[in-house]
């Protein structure tokens, strides 16, 4: 059981979570728009 | 290992130099990309991407290597550590990621300037390289600004591990 008197750590901060919201967001448009053939660049693959 | 001042304010002069020329490169660089995807002069299209290719491997990679490798002395040398501050945590993903973009594209770059060197007027075959360009150029100057933004405001918060470290070190000093 933990020690209540011991201090427990705060917790990941709201602005770390907000961004790695944004990126992942942004990871899941940019393969989105290659799968669907809408990216760019797709002329120069192989 | 906590760095002697001397040593600490030459890594911290090089990661500030080293970073903020490679903000005002990428800038340059998509002033190229822009002025390459939008003129009508062949003349100043080829430049351009001849130009770019230049400024890559001359100027951006070395200034991302440095970037990079001077701001992880910087931190394992002072109290910050790599892996104790969100803020740091999240620069140095962001700057391992800028940099593995800048690789990648070091293709369609190289792939322009030989299209540049080699023929008087670009085909549409190459609009999408091109475009790609403008696009990247462009995403990495905003990370960067990003990036600049973090080192100056440090935003609050430490990790599970820097949490640990800071409770290892106050039950050392404590009594």
Known sequence: MADPSRPTY????????????????????????????????????G | MILP?????LALTVHVTASIGWIGAVAAFLALAVAGLASHDAQLVRAAYLAMALTTWWVIVPLAG?????????SLGTRWGL????????????????TAVLMVHTRPIDLLADAAADTAVFGADLHSAQLQ?????GATLLLLLVLTALSVYKPQG?????????????ELLAP
């Not at chain 1, 901060?13 to 290659?34: D, M, N, Q, S, T």
Request: proline share 2%.
């Open chain 1, 10 to 45: 705060a917790g990941t901060p709201r602005w770390v979570k907000a961004a790695g919201i944004v990126a992942l967001v942004l990871v899941v448009l940019f393969v989105v728009l290659h799968l669907t053939g809408r990216g760019f660049g797709r002329h120069l693959h």
């Open chain 2, 5 to 9: 001042p001397l040593l600490r304010k």
């Open chain 2, 66 to 74: 440095a970037s990079l490798l001077s701001g992880v002395v910087s």
């Open chain 2, 83 to 98: 892996f104790r501050y969100w803020w740091v945590l999240v620069k140095l993903v962001l700057t391992v990621f800028a």
């Open chain 2, 133 to 137: 360009m403008v696009i990247a150029s």
């Open chain 2, 158 to 170: 430490v990790t599970r591990y820097g949490w640990r470290k800071q409770q290892e070190q106050r």
